[in-house]
Protein backbone atom coordinates (compact mmCIF):
# COMPACT_ATOMS: atom_id res chain seq x y z
CA UNK A 1 0.00 0.00 0.00
CA UNK A 2 1.31 3.58 -0.95
CA UNK A 3 0.05 4.99 2.18
CA UNK A 4 2.55 2.62 4.23
CA UNK A 5 5.20 4.83 2.85
CA UNK A 6 3.84 8.32 4.01
CA UNK A 7 5.40 8.87 7.33
CA UNK A 8 4.70 11.98 9.26
CA UNK A 9 7.02 12.98 12.71
CA UNK A 10 6.03 15.57 14.56
CA UNK A 11 9.37 17.28 16.50
CA UNK A 12 9.49 20.25 18.69
CA UNK A 13 10.84 23.66 17.24
CA UNK A 14 12.61 24.83 20.47
CA UNK A 15 14.12 23.02 22.85
CA UNK A 16 15.28 25.34 25.55
CA UNK A 17 17.33 23.74 29.11
CA UNK A 18 18.62 25.72 31.49
CA UNK A 19 19.07 28.09 34.43
CA UNK A 20 16.61 30.91 34.15
CA UNK A 21 14.95 29.18 31.36
CA UNK A 22 11.69 30.33 32.37
CA UNK A 23 12.24 34.01 31.86
CA UNK A 24 12.86 33.35 27.97
CA UNK A 25 9.35 31.32 27.83
CA UNK A 26 7.97 34.28 25.91
CA UNK A 27 10.40 34.54 23.28
CA UNK A 28 9.70 31.01 22.79
CA UNK A 29 6.40 31.50 22.11
CA UNK A 30 6.77 34.40 20.54
CA UNK A 31 9.27 32.74 17.77
CA UNK A 32 5.95 30.00 16.81
CA UNK A 33 4.29 33.10 15.45
CA UNK A 34 1.08 32.41 16.93
CA UNK A 35 -1.46 35.30 18.18
CA UNK A 36 -1.51 36.89 21.16
CA UNK A 37 -3.83 35.58 23.49
CA UNK A 38 -3.32 31.82 25.03
CA UNK A 39 -4.15 29.78 27.66
CA UNK A 40 -1.44 29.12 30.63
CA UNK A 41 -2.42 25.85 32.48
CA UNK A 42 -1.09 25.89 36.11
CA UNK A 43 -2.15 24.31 39.33
CA UNK A 44 -2.38 25.72 42.82
CA UNK A 45 1.54 25.51 43.83
CA UNK A 46 2.91 26.21 40.29
CA UNK A 47 0.84 29.45 39.90
CA UNK A 48 2.52 30.60 42.94
CA UNK A 49 6.03 28.96 41.89
CA UNK A 50 6.40 30.41 38.36
CA UNK A 51 3.20 32.50 37.89
CA UNK A 52 4.55 35.71 37.91
CA UNK A 53 7.76 35.23 36.01
CA UNK A 54 5.39 33.31 33.62
CA UNK A 55 3.22 36.39 33.26
CA UNK A 56 6.34 38.76 32.76
CA UNK A 57 7.81 36.13 30.03
CA UNK A 58 5.27 36.18 28.32
CA UNK A 59 3.73 39.83 28.49
CA UNK A 60 7.47 41.03 27.66
CA UNK A 61 7.00 39.46 24.18
CA UNK A 62 3.62 40.96 23.40
CA UNK A 63 1.22 37.97 24.22
CA UNK A 64 -1.99 38.05 26.19
CA UNK A 65 -2.35 35.10 29.12
CA UNK A 66 -5.55 33.90 30.56
CA UNK A 67 -4.37 31.44 33.89
CA UNK A 68 -6.31 28.20 34.13
CA UNK A 69 -5.73 26.53 37.55
CA UNK A 70 -5.82 22.70 36.79
CA UNK A 71 -7.57 20.71 39.87
CA UNK A 72 -5.92 17.29 38.91
CA UNK A 73 -4.91 15.30 35.51
CA UNK A 74 -8.97 14.65 35.07
CA UNK A 75 -11.11 14.80 31.35
CA UNK A 76 -13.62 18.05 33.52
CA UNK A 77 -10.15 19.96 33.88
CA UNK A 78 -8.94 19.49 30.58
CA UNK A 79 -12.68 20.19 29.24
CA UNK A 80 -12.80 23.36 32.01
CA UNK A 81 -9.48 24.66 30.29
CA UNK A 82 -10.59 23.80 26.75
CA UNK A 83 -14.00 25.77 27.77
CA UNK A 84 -11.63 28.90 28.57
CA UNK A 85 -9.01 28.37 26.16
CA UNK A 86 -12.36 29.11 23.56
CA UNK A 87 -13.49 31.88 25.29
CA UNK A 88 -10.05 33.57 25.12
CA UNK A 89 -9.74 32.94 21.70
CA UNK A 90 -6.31 31.46 22.31
CA UNK A 91 -3.86 30.43 19.57
CA UNK A 92 -1.14 28.70 22.47
CA UNK A 93 -1.24 27.04 25.50
CA UNK A 94 1.29 26.09 27.93
CA UNK A 95 1.41 23.81 30.88
CA UNK A 96 3.83 25.21 33.02
CA UNK A 97 3.50 22.62 36.09
CA UNK A 98 4.41 19.30 36.72
CA UNK A 99 2.80 16.17 34.89
CA UNK A 100 -0.21 16.12 35.55
CA UNK A 101 -0.82 20.07 34.64
CA UNK A 102 1.32 19.66 30.93
CA UNK A 103 -1.50 16.72 30.75
CA UNK A 104 -4.36 19.23 31.05
CA UNK A 105 -2.41 21.78 28.90
CA UNK A 106 -1.45 18.90 25.90
CA UNK A 107 -5.50 17.57 25.69
CA UNK A 108 -6.80 20.80 26.21
CA UNK A 109 -4.27 21.76 23.32
CA UNK A 110 -5.26 18.54 21.09
CA UNK A 111 -8.84 18.79 21.94
CA UNK A 112 -9.41 22.67 21.06
CA UNK A 113 -6.49 22.70 17.80
CA UNK A 114 -3.68 25.19 18.55
CA UNK A 115 0.62 24.02 19.67
CA UNK A 116 1.22 23.46 23.38
CA UNK A 117 4.06 24.46 24.95
CA UNK A 118 5.76 22.53 27.89
CA UNK A 119 7.01 24.53 30.72
CA UNK A 120 8.00 21.58 33.16
CA UNK A 121 8.34 22.37 37.35
CA UNK A 122 9.47 18.70 37.61
CA UNK A 123 11.31 16.14 35.45
CA UNK A 124 9.05 13.21 36.93
CA UNK A 125 8.26 11.35 33.72
CA UNK A 126 8.70 11.45 29.84
CA UNK A 127 5.14 13.17 29.45
CA UNK A 128 6.74 16.67 29.57
CA UNK A 129 8.23 16.20 26.28
CA UNK A 130 5.72 13.83 24.32
CA UNK A 131 2.39 13.61 22.86
CA UNK A 132 1.23 11.15 25.14
CA UNK A 133 -1.19 12.20 28.23
CA UNK A 134 -2.27 10.16 31.17
CA UNK A 135 -5.59 11.56 32.85
CA UNK A 136 -7.24 10.08 36.17
CA UNK A 137 -10.35 8.03 35.91
CA UNK A 138 -12.07 6.32 38.80
CA UNK A 139 -10.08 2.75 37.56
CA UNK A 140 -7.01 4.18 37.77
CA UNK A 141 -5.29 6.40 35.02
CA UNK A 142 -5.22 5.89 31.12
CA UNK A 143 -3.21 7.09 28.26
CA UNK A 144 -4.13 9.09 25.56
CA UNK A 145 -2.40 9.84 21.97
CA UNK A 146 -2.67 13.94 22.02
CA UNK A 147 0.02 15.83 20.18
CA UNK A 148 4.10 16.87 21.07
CA UNK A 149 5.17 20.25 22.09
CA UNK A 150 5.78 22.76 19.67
CA UNK A 151 8.38 23.73 22.35
CA UNK A 152 10.18 22.98 25.83
CA UNK A 153 11.15 25.32 28.03
CA UNK A 154 13.16 23.32 31.10
CA UNK A 155 14.30 25.49 33.85
CA UNK A 156 16.85 23.43 35.39
CA UNK A 157 17.04 25.59 38.33
CA UNK A 158 13.09 25.07 39.69
CA UNK A 159 13.44 21.38 38.31
CA UNK A 160 16.44 20.91 40.70
CA UNK A 161 14.36 22.45 43.64
CA UNK A 162 11.41 20.37 43.12
CA UNK A 163 11.37 17.25 45.59
CA UNK A 164 14.12 14.96 45.01
CA UNK A 165 11.67 11.45 44.92
CA UNK A 166 10.53 13.32 41.44
CA UNK A 167 13.51 13.40 39.29
CA UNK A 168 14.22 9.83 40.61
CA UNK A 169 11.13 8.95 39.41
CA UNK A 170 12.05 10.54 36.00
CA UNK A 171 15.17 8.89 35.56
CA UNK A 172 13.21 5.75 36.48
CA UNK A 173 10.83 6.10 33.50
CA UNK A 174 13.96 7.12 31.20
CA UNK A 175 15.67 3.84 32.08
CA UNK A 176 12.57 1.97 31.43
CA UNK A 177 13.33 2.43 28.35
CA UNK A 178 16.30 -0.42 27.86
CA UNK A 179 12.92 -2.92 28.19
CA UNK A 180 10.63 -1.12 26.12
CA UNK A 181 13.02 -1.39 23.49
CA UNK A 182 13.26 -4.93 23.38
CA UNK A 183 9.39 -5.05 23.39
CA UNK A 184 9.04 -2.78 20.69
CA UNK A 185 11.60 -5.12 18.62
CA UNK A 186 10.02 -8.38 19.42
CA UNK A 187 6.45 -7.19 18.17
CA UNK A 188 8.10 -6.12 15.15
CA UNK A 189 9.64 -9.43 15.00
CA UNK A 190 6.46 -11.63 15.67
CA UNK A 191 3.61 -9.20 14.68
CA UNK A 192 4.93 -7.33 11.68
CA UNK A 193 4.57 -3.95 13.54
CA UNK A 194 6.58 -0.85 12.64
CA UNK A 195 9.51 -0.26 13.75
CA UNK A 196 12.45 2.10 13.59
CA UNK A 197 15.87 1.25 14.59
CA UNK A 198 16.54 5.42 14.56
CA UNK A 199 13.55 5.52 17.13
CA UNK A 200 14.89 2.51 19.42
CA UNK A 201 18.41 4.16 19.26
CA UNK A 202 17.42 7.46 20.91
CA UNK A 203 15.47 5.52 23.25
CA UNK A 204 18.32 3.27 24.27
CA UNK A 205 20.76 6.17 24.00
CA UNK A 206 18.71 8.29 26.40
CA UNK A 207 18.65 5.68 29.10
CA UNK A 208 22.36 4.88 28.60
CA UNK A 209 23.26 8.18 29.73
CA UNK A 210 21.39 7.69 32.83
CA UNK A 211 23.00 4.73 33.33
CA UNK A 212 26.53 6.19 32.97
CA UNK A 213 25.87 8.65 34.97
CA UNK A 214 24.46 8.02 37.87
CA UNK A 215 27.24 9.23 40.19
CA UNK A 216 26.14 12.53 39.25
CA UNK A 217 21.77 12.28 40.23
CA UNK A 218 22.15 13.91 43.23
CA UNK A 219 19.40 16.22 45.37
CA UNK A 220 19.87 19.86 44.86
CA UNK A 221 22.64 19.16 41.83
CA UNK A 222 21.56 21.30 38.96
CA UNK A 223 23.93 19.19 36.76
CA UNK A 224 21.18 16.48 38.06
CA UNK A 225 18.13 18.32 36.49
CA UNK A 226 20.13 18.95 33.05
CA UNK A 227 20.53 14.87 32.63
CA UNK A 228 17.37 14.24 33.53
CA UNK A 229 15.80 16.81 31.04
CA UNK A 230 17.92 16.22 28.00
CA UNK A 231 17.78 12.31 28.53
CA UNK A 232 13.88 12.77 28.71
CA UNK A 233 13.69 14.84 25.56
CA UNK A 234 15.14 12.70 23.45
CA UNK A 235 13.30 9.89 25.06
CA UNK A 236 10.07 12.85 23.49
CA UNK A 237 12.29 12.57 20.36
CA UNK A 238 12.61 9.00 19.67
CA UNK A 239 8.83 8.71 20.44
CA UNK A 240 8.28 11.18 17.81
CA UNK A 241 10.19 9.08 15.52
CA UNK A 242 8.32 6.13 16.02
CA UNK A 243 4.82 8.18 15.64
CA UNK A 244 4.17 5.70 18.84
CA UNK A 245 5.20 5.44 22.54
CA UNK A 246 6.40 2.01 21.50
CA UNK A 247 10.20 2.64 22.07
CA UNK A 248 9.63 4.13 25.50
CA UNK A 249 6.75 1.67 26.64
CA UNK A 250 6.80 -1.96 26.98
CA UNK A 251 5.83 -4.53 29.11
CA UNK A 252 7.51 -2.47 32.11
CA UNK A 253 4.26 0.07 31.46
CA UNK A 254 1.77 -2.61 31.28
CA UNK A 255 2.97 -3.29 34.67
CA UNK A 256 2.62 0.12 36.03
CA UNK A 257 -1.06 0.49 34.52
CA UNK A 258 -1.57 -2.43 36.38
CA UNK A 259 -0.29 -1.37 39.56
CA UNK A 260 -1.94 1.94 39.09
CA UNK A 261 -5.08 0.06 38.94
CA UNK A 262 -4.31 -2.70 41.69
CA UNK A 263 -2.58 -0.41 44.59
CA UNK A 264 -2.47 3.12 43.50
CA UNK A 265 0.20 5.92 45.29
CA UNK A 266 3.57 4.67 43.58
CA UNK A 267 4.70 7.51 40.87
CA UNK A 268 4.90 6.45 36.95
CA UNK A 269 8.38 6.55 37.02
CA UNK A 270 8.76 4.18 40.06
CA UNK A 271 5.99 1.75 39.24
CA UNK A 272 7.85 1.23 35.53
CA UNK A 273 11.46 1.37 36.95
CA UNK A 274 10.34 -1.75 38.82
CA UNK A 275 8.57 -3.24 36.10
CA UNK A 276 11.72 -2.90 34.18
CA UNK A 277 13.85 -5.14 36.17
CA UNK A 278 11.13 -7.76 36.00
CA UNK A 279 10.64 -7.27 32.37
CA UNK A 280 14.39 -7.82 31.60
CA UNK A 281 14.80 -10.56 33.68
CA UNK A 282 12.05 -12.37 31.40
CA UNK A 283 14.16 -11.19 28.49
CA UNK A 284 16.76 -12.74 29.46
CA UNK A 285 18.63 -9.51 29.78
CA UNK A 286 20.70 -7.55 32.28
CA UNK A 287 18.26 -6.83 34.95
CA UNK A 288 20.96 -6.47 37.56
CA UNK A 289 22.22 -3.67 35.98
CA UNK A 290 18.84 -1.90 35.55
CA UNK A 291 18.28 -2.71 39.48
CA UNK A 292 21.68 -1.28 40.67
CA UNK A 293 21.57 1.99 38.66
CA UNK A 294 17.76 2.52 40.43
CA UNK A 295 19.42 1.79 43.63
CA UNK A 296 22.21 3.95 42.43
CA UNK A 297 19.68 6.82 41.95
CA UNK A 298 17.13 6.46 44.85
CA UNK A 299 14.38 4.80 43.21
CA UNK A 300 12.54 2.10 43.90
CA UNK A 301 13.44 -1.59 43.32
CA UNK A 302 11.54 -3.91 45.37
CA UNK A 303 7.41 -3.90 46.07
CA UNK A 304 7.92 -3.33 49.53
CA UNK A 305 10.14 0.33 48.65
CA UNK A 306 7.11 0.60 46.21
CA UNK A 307 4.62 0.13 49.01
CA UNK A 308 2.48 -2.33 47.07
CA UNK A 309 1.73 -5.57 49.05
CA UNK A 310 3.22 -8.59 47.41
CA UNK A 311 -0.46 -10.23 46.51
CA UNK A 312 -0.50 -7.25 44.17
CA UNK A 313 2.53 -6.86 42.78
CA UNK A 314 2.20 -10.58 41.88
CA UNK A 315 -1.34 -9.96 40.37
CA UNK A 316 -0.50 -6.59 38.78
CA UNK A 317 2.14 -9.33 37.25
CA UNK A 318 -0.75 -12.11 36.11
CA UNK A 319 -2.90 -9.15 34.64
CA UNK A 320 -0.37 -6.75 32.96
CA UNK A 321 -0.67 -7.96 29.07
CA UNK A 322 -4.93 -7.28 29.62
CA UNK A 323 -3.86 -3.63 30.16
CA UNK A 324 -3.69 -2.72 26.45
CA UNK A 325 -4.19 -5.88 24.09
CA UNK A 326 -3.21 -4.23 21.23
CA UNK A 327 0.67 -3.76 23.02
CA UNK A 328 2.51 -7.08 22.03
CA UNK A 329 5.35 -7.54 24.69
CA UNK A 330 7.64 -10.11 26.08
CA UNK A 331 4.11 -10.97 28.36
CA UNK A 332 2.75 -12.64 24.99
CA UNK A 333 -1.05 -13.13 24.68
CA UNK A 334 -2.00 -14.74 27.65
CA UNK A 335 0.25 -13.38 30.55
CA UNK A 336 2.05 -15.07 33.50
CA UNK A 337 1.01 -17.43 35.60
CA UNK A 338 0.87 -16.78 39.18
CA UNK A 339 3.76 -19.24 39.73
CA UNK A 340 5.74 -17.73 37.12
CA UNK A 341 4.91 -14.47 38.29
CA UNK A 342 5.78 -15.40 42.06
CA UNK A 343 9.07 -17.18 41.26
CA UNK A 344 9.86 -13.78 38.63
CA UNK A 345 8.92 -11.67 41.56
CA UNK A 346 11.61 -13.52 44.00
CA UNK A 347 14.24 -14.14 41.44
CA UNK A 348 14.95 -10.57 41.06
CA UNK A 349 14.75 -9.48 44.77
CA UNK A 350 11.46 -7.65 43.85
CA UNK A 351 9.34 -10.00 46.50
ZN1 LIG B 1 6.62 6.35 31.14
Keep these: MADDKLKHMVFPRHVLVGTNAIDRLGAMVADLELDAP ?31 ESQGATMQS ?8 RKAGAAWYVGAGGGSVIDVAKLAAFEHGPAWISAPTSASHDGICSG ?29 KAPYRMLAAGCADVL ?10 LAHRLKAEEYSSFAAVLARTAAEQIMENTSLIRPGLEEASWLVVKSLVVSGVS ?65 KELGVPSKKLVQALTTAHT ?7 VLGESGLTKEAAEALAKATGVL
Design 132 to 160: RASIKERTGSTSIEAKPPAAIVADTAIIS
Design 239 to 303: MAVAGSSRPASGAEHLFGHAIDKLAPGPMHGETVGVGSILMMHLHGGDWQAIRDALKAIGAPTTA
Design 38 to 68: GVVVVDANTKKLVGPRVRAALEGAGLRPTFF
Design 176 to 185: SNLTAVLDYK
Design 323 to 329: IRPDRYT
Design 78 to 85: VSACVKAG
